[in-house]
């Protein structure tokens, strides 16, 4: 309660939700650098690869500054818990952070990683506001996997939090624009948090 004749002052300290732009750098092939030790914490949101009626697993593997690639996920769609993260690690500044995904073939040997190694269509990192790729004819046509439908917006931008950011899989075709290339084979969840040190 104020009394009559006195003027408070007021003063707020408002921490706006900094952009993962901020936190990191987005090269063409989806390779990050982290430019602010931050909390990297990796989702698996989906995984819609099967031959057939067939369901086959898919694994997920996360590699900083070129060492050893260490697998987050290898399962199939009724194994992925997008409330779970896979993988939960702090990150200093100017580590370059790598994404990787594949599909396992029916016959038990897997098709070859698609990564962020390269600039190959086949793995793709999309921030908040970002567009979901034409040459992928799902997004287009309506065909869009349910996980993955909390993601997309009616004009077919990606909907994240401002510290996100969603890597799409193709696994299997690498001929975009084919009624195959989807790129929702594997969807994975990325964000950053302050590191608090």
């Given amino acids: 309660m104020v009394r009559n004749g006195v003027n408070p002052e007021v003063e707020w300290n408002i921490n706006f939700p900094v952009s993962v732009t901020d936190i990191v750098d987005i090269t063409p092939s989806s390779r990050l650098t982290v430019k602010q030790t931050s909390i990297m914490e990796v989702r698996v949101v989906g995984v819609a690869f099967q031959s057939g009626v067939t369901h086959l697993p898919c694994a997920v593997w996360v590699n900083h ?106 696994c299997y075709s690498t001929v975009p624009g084919s009624e195959y290339f989807d790129l929702q084979d594997v969807v994975v969840l990325v964000t950053f948090k302050p590191s608090g040190g």
């Avoid at 060492?67 to 779970?84: L, R």
């Avoid at 594949?102 to 962020?116: A, E, H, N, V």
């Avoid at 990192?125 to 790729?133: I, Q, S």
């Fill in 65 to 170: 500054n070129s060492s050893t690639w260490v697998t987050c996920f290898a399962g199939k769609y009724d194994e992925v818990d997008p409330q779970d993260a896979v993988m939960s690690m702090v990150v200093p500044a100017n580590t370059t952070v790598d994404v990787a995904a594949r599909g396992q073939m029916p016959t038990g040997g897997w098709y070859s990683p698609r990564w962020t190694l390269d600039s190959s269509p086949t793995c793709q990192a999309l921030k908040n506001g970002d567009e979901f790729p034409d040459i992928a004819p799902a997004y287009e046509q309506g065909r869009i996997e349910s996980f993955l439908s909390g993601y997309v917006d009616e004009n077919n931008r990606a909907v994240l939090g401002p510290r996100d950011l969603i890597f799409i899989f193709e």
